[in-house]
């Protein structure tokens, strides 16, 4: 099934696919904190407005995934902000999120050694995307 | 942190941002505008020297210029430690001690080695495995290893989250 971008669809389709993660599992043992995903608008990428993804990670699953305003995503502890095209690149496997870290193109906000801690368990979260099929604004 | 109590979230104070620092200034940056990798570095470094006390006598100690280069993104670092102080400088300046030469997989998994009870890097679990295997195969490159194993171990004591 396919899903709109970044929608409470996608969000859904997201913690199920982290729920499956074996690699998640096991790689996010020890995570307490919540993490918010900035999606910065690109109207003429026809994503109009900033949304935020707001995530409740616990030991290795992911107990709620919603979608929200951009300050509901950067109220929590790990804030990853980034433009909709992005967030589609590393979506679609064209940017590597650690990559992207590095180069800047994905700002980080929260406690370093805790996030680099959990290389592992962030790079399934990124594969656990690109599992889902998404309906992207700029291509209809 | 979060309550164990399912479905129940408390907020946790994180430290540092990345481009920001802990406040004690035991980093600084010798370029205007840090790259976002001399500010992941600096910042990751400076948040673990703070938060990890068993850190500081290597930070203090240590005297040398480590170079970074991340080969899949084209970008490197010095950073210059001067005992108890870091400068973090965008690319690759003259006279290093050791030059890390690797992709950004490595790099980071430079930053996840356990160190051993005698202050030794571990090299026999999963992660040491993967970065061994990678000298040994060459995908990470160390200039200067030799005569600077003290100096490396150092740094990856300091650079260490685990």
């Given at each position: 099934?396919?899903?709109?971008?970044?929608?409470?669809?996608?969000?859904?389709?997201?913690?199920?696919?982290?729920?499956?993660?074996?690699?998640?599992?096991t790689a996010?043992k020890?995570?307490?904190?919540?993490?918010?995903?900035?999606?910065?608008?690109?109207?003429?990428?026809?994503?109009?407005?900033?949304?935020?993804?707001?995530?409740?990670?616990?030991?290795?699953?992911?107990?709620?995934?919603?979608?929200?305003?951009?300050?509901?995503?950067?109220?929590?502890?790990?804030?990853?902000?980034?433009?909709?095209?992005?967030?589609?690149?590393?979506?679609?496997?064209?940017?590597?999120?650690?990559?992207?870290?590095?180069?800047?193109?994905?700002?980080?906000?929260?406690?370093?050694?805790?996030?680099?801690r959990?290389t592992k368990?962030?790079?399934?979260?990124?594969?656990?995307?690109?599992?889902?099929?998404?309906?992207?604004?700029?291509?209809? | 942190?979060?309550?164990?109590?399912?479905?129940?979230?408390?907020?946790?104070?994180?430290?540092?941002?990345?481009?920001?620092?802990?406040?004690?200034?035991?980093?600084?940056?010798?370029?205007?505008?840090?790259?976002?990798?001399?500010?992941?570095?600096?910042?990751?470094?400076?948040?673990?020297?703070?938060?990890?006390?068993?850190?500081?006598?290597?930070?203090?100690?240590?005297?040398?210029?480590?170079?970074?280069?991340?080969?899949?993104?084209?970008?490197?670092?010095?950073?210059?430690?001067?005992?108890?102080?870091?400068?973090?400088?965008?690319?690759?300046?003259?006279?290093?001690?050791?030059?890390?030469?690797?992709?950004?997989?490595t790099?980071?998994s430079l930053s996840n080695l356990k160190i051993g009870r005698l202050?030794l890097p571990v090299y026999y679990d999963e992660v040491g495995r993967g970065v061994a295997g990678k000298l040994?195969?060459?995908?990470?490159?160390?200039?200067?290893?030799?005569?600077?194993?003290?100096?490396?171990?150092?740094?990856t004591?300091?650079?260490s989250v685990q």
């Amino acid at each position: 099934m396919t899903v709109k971008a970044f929608s409470a669809e996608w969000a859904k389709a997201f913690k199920d696919e982290v729920n499956k993660s074996t690699v998640y599992k096991t790689a996010g043992k020890g995570w307490k904190w919540t993490v918010g995903l900035v999606v910065e608008a690109e109207p003429d990428k026809h994503f109009a407005e900033a949304r935020g993804i707001v995530m409740d990670l616990f030991e290795g699953e992911a107990r709620d995934v919603n979608v929200g305003s951009a300050a509901d995503a950067q109220k929590c502890d790990f804030v990853i902000t980034a433009p909709y095209s992005r967030w589609k690149q590393v979506a679609t496997k064209e940017l590597d999120a650690t990559k992207g870290m590095l180069q800047g193109k994905l700002k980080l906000k929260g406690d370093l050694p805790t996030i680099v801690r959990y290389t592992k368990a962030s790079q399934e979260m990124t594969e656990c995307t690109t599992r889902i099929a998404v309906e992207w604004p700029d291509e209809k | 942190m979060h309550d164990t109590d399912r479905g129940r979230m408390a907020r946790r104070k994180v430290k540092a941002e990345i481009t920001g620092g802990g406040g004690k200034g035991l980093v600084d940056y010798a370029d205007k505008e840090p790259s976002a990798f001399s500010s992941m570095l600096g910042g990751l470094i400076e948040a673990n020297v703070e938060s990890r006390p068993e850190k500081q006598p290597d930070f203090s100690s240590l005297v040398a210029r480590v170079g970074i280069w991340v080969t899949d993104i084209d970008e490197g670092v010095t950073l210059d430690f001067k005992g108890g102080k870091l400068t973090v400088h965008n690319g690759l300046k003259p006279r290093r001690t050791i030059t890390i030469r690797a992709d950004a997989e490595t790099v980071m998994s430079l930053s996840n080695l356990k160190i051993g009870r005698l202050g030794l890097p571990v090299y026999y679990d999963e992660v040491g495995r993967g970065v061994a295997g990678k000298l040994l195969r060459g995908k990470l490159k160390i200039d200067g290893l030799l005569p600077n194993i003290m100096t490396l171990n150092s740094v990856t004591r300091i650079f260490s989250v685990q």
